[in-house]
């Protein structure tokens, strides 16, 4: 799609192009030696501010609900995130550019094998407030009970804090957090697989929706999100197939 002064001004309202960073998922984004936000993310936010030839802005945050909220309410002109339907009611998605796995975590001497185990009664399932797992297990749990961290990276200290069953999150980050703390376990496989897109406000409308759709296809069949993952050590995630 050309770059338009209509197209442009539809992603720069405010004369930048500012892009919500979650803090809150290490496969996306983290912060560098000197602090500064860094990693796929934000890789990709600077591609996107090329293409548009625009200024970019970021808008950091510790945590996917309010990297959503700041799209939905206009205060970011694009964002990533998964995909969810709930978050698709005022966000316009992409097709995904990299999918994760999410995975259930267990202290070691619990009689939790198999995932099908944790839906039950009395089981606590620790989340991290406003995250895709969630939303997704919001809706998909009818017996246990979730409770909700801050924000994920703290899912697995709130999980031990609370005296939880299952702690529920992104794989790499649930492994890293087992790692440092030991006497914990992941369950035998995946729960979830997420699919991680980037999406900007509806109310900007179907021409910056399809050029936004565009720019991920590109950046996925050109290689640049396989050597983002690779230039940032990130292991575990894989390139989402072209749409």
């Known amino acids: 799609m050309n770059l338009t002064p209509a197209l442009r001004s539809a992603f720069t309202p405010t004369g930048k192009l500012r892009a919500s960073i979650n803090l809150g998922n290490p496969i996306l984004a983290g912060?560098?030696?000197?602090g500064q936000p860094c990693g796929v993310s934000v890789d990709l936010a600077g591609e996107l501010a090329r293409a548009l030839q625009a200024e970019l802005e970021l808008v950091v945050f510790d945590?996917?609900?309010k990297s959503v909220d700041a799209v939905a309410a206009e205060q970011a002109d694009f964002g990533f995130f998964a995909i969810d339907p709930v978050r698709g009611q005022q966000i316009a998605f992409t097709a995904p550019y990299v999918l994760i796995e999410g995975y259930y975590l267990v202290k070691n001497e619990s009689p939790l094998r198999t995932n099908d185990e944790v839906d039950r009664a009395g089981q606590r399932v620790v989340v991290g407030k406003g995250s895709a797992y969630d939303l997704y297990l919001t809706?998909?749990?009818k017996q246990a009970t979730i409770l909700r961290a801050p924000t994920s990276p703290a899912v697995v200290q709130h999980f031990l804090q609370?005296?939880?069953e299952v702690a529920a999150g992104v794989k790499q980050q649930l492994e890293q957090d087992a790692g440092k703390i030991g006497g914990l376990r992941l369950l035998n496989e995946r729960f979830m697989v997420i699919q991680q897109a980037m999406g900007t406000p509806k109310s900007r409308g179907p021409e910056a929706a399809a050029f936004l759709a565009g720019f991920v296809e590109q950046m996925k069949s050109s290689g640049f999100v396989a050597a983002a993952l690779a230039r940032h050590g990130i292991a575990g995630a894989?390139?989402?197939?072209?749409a």
Do not use: H, M
């Open 162 to 164: 609370e005296g939880a």
């Open 139 to 141: 809706r998909e749990l």
């Open 63 to 65: 945590a996917a609900g």
């Open 238 to 242: 894989s390139v989402a197939p072209a």
């Open 31 to 34: 912060r560098d030696a000197q």
